[in-house]
């Protein structure tokens, strides 16, 4: 869940950084980036499968430009998607995916490298957040039992 809520987040960001740096792609409000980041995790976890395996003849043939196309038309459905979230243009279309996996990569490498992750669970477990910690809880619970286990 933490994952999802990170992930979610650095996609908003990274749209913010986009909407900033390639004409023709807007975003209204941070809420829309909320779910623009949303809608393109849906979007590419569904479509964008089943277009990588129709396009793939052509996707060979063009020695992999055609995944330009592709990701650009699932950018664009999830402008399409969302309120508040627009892309404008074939500079957009080609170019927005492009820099938004950047940025992604780019914020993604940076927060879990200063542990930000690791913070927002110690954060959980201040306020006594189970679910924040996720599998943390369950691992330290296990190497305890096992070393009572050892010392018995």
């Known amino acids: 869940m933490l994952g999802l809520f ?3 987040l650095v996609t908003a ?3 913010l950084v ?5 004409p023709g792609v807007g975003i209204a409000t941070f809420a829309a980036a909320i779910l623009a980041a949303l809608s ?6 569904s479509v964008k499968p089943v277009l990588k ?3 793939l003849p052509v996707t060979f043939l063009t020695l992999g430009a055609f995944s330009l196309v592709v990701n650009g038309f ?3 459905l999830a402008s399409v998607l969302v309120p508040g979230f627009t892309v404008n243009g074939l500079l957009a279309f080609i170019l927005g995916p492009v820099i938004l996996s950047a940025v992604s990569t780019f914020l993604s490498g ?3 490298k200063n542990g930000l992750d690791e913070k927002i669970a110690g954060v959980g477990r201040k306020f006594n957040l189970k679910s924040a910690e996720g599998d943390r809880i369950e691992a330290a619970t296990e190497k305890s039992k096992l070393e009572a286990s050892e010392l018995s």
């Not at 986009?18 to 390639?22: K, R």
């Not at 393109?40 to 976890?45: D, P, T």
């Open 53 to 55: 395996l129709l396009s």
């Open 13 to 15: 960001l990274s749209l």
């Open 6 to 8: 990170i992930t979610t």
């Open 18 to 22: 986009v909407d900033l740096a390639v």
């Open 74 to 76: 699932c950018f664009w």
């Open 40 to 45: 393109l995790g849906v979007v590419n976890g």
């Open 110 to 112: 940076y927060f879990f």
